[in-house]
């Protein structure tokens, strides 16, 4: 009885140090493989890893040598398709992924329709590979601002999309990005529409506690050394709390000055 709790023991034990941890990678399909350094195991028999899985289902790679390559093109994914690949390693060392940025979502939309609509972005896309946000941006004031955010679905088949906009007054422009990993964004073509609202403006310019505009308008007050104080959306903006002087103000789609008493 004694020697068979012993064994007993000495199994669980094995099993804990077989079981000493893994690594999971998370991401999207993107067309390349894997490559991956495996260490000898601290016994000197055998190697560090003893398993790899992709979604679960257990790899016929060659895990036995000390640098495998996880072959993702067997299972059929298409770009854009989620991943969890899972490394199972002994205690006492650990492998390495040289490469896990592959399976980050990359930039690759193409663009097969955008236009504006009922005061709207509309825009579909194909060749997606993974889920990142596009951007909308809207020129205003000598430069591209953010204006929205929408998720993409990240499929490589037809995707469409549609945003709110608010237009200031005659010639608006817009645009969509994707930025990925490699922190290089990926732009749609521009598209342009005329507004007739009237031009916006603000009074007083020389202010003691709020300035008001004539509708409601997006809004970015700067001070004399160019930081921003102020940024929003509406009829009036409260500026009591700042310090005499100066300040620089775009509104509509025009830029402007007010002095704070």
Known sequence: MKKFTLSFIFIALSLLS?????????????GENLYVKNPFAPSGVGYCIYEVTVNGMTT????NSSAFEIDLSVYGFQKGDELVVNIKYKDGCKPKVLNPEVLNPIASFEIKDIK???????????NESGSLPFIIEQFRWNKWVKVGEVKGKGKPTLNTYKAPLRLHSGENKFRIKQVDYRKKPRYSQEVITISTKPEVTFSPERVDDVITFSAPTMYEIYDA???????????????GGLEKGKYYINYDNKMGRFTKK
């Open 18 to 30: 077989l079981n000493a941890g893994n690594i999971v990678l998370r991401g999207t399909y993107q």
């Open 60 to 63: 016929t790679d060659e895990i």
């Open 225 to 239: 050394y160019g930081g921003i104080v102020f940024k929003g959306y509406g009829d009036k903006v409260k500026v």
């Open 116 to 126: 504006i609509k009922d005061n709207e972005l509309v825009w579909s896309t194909i």
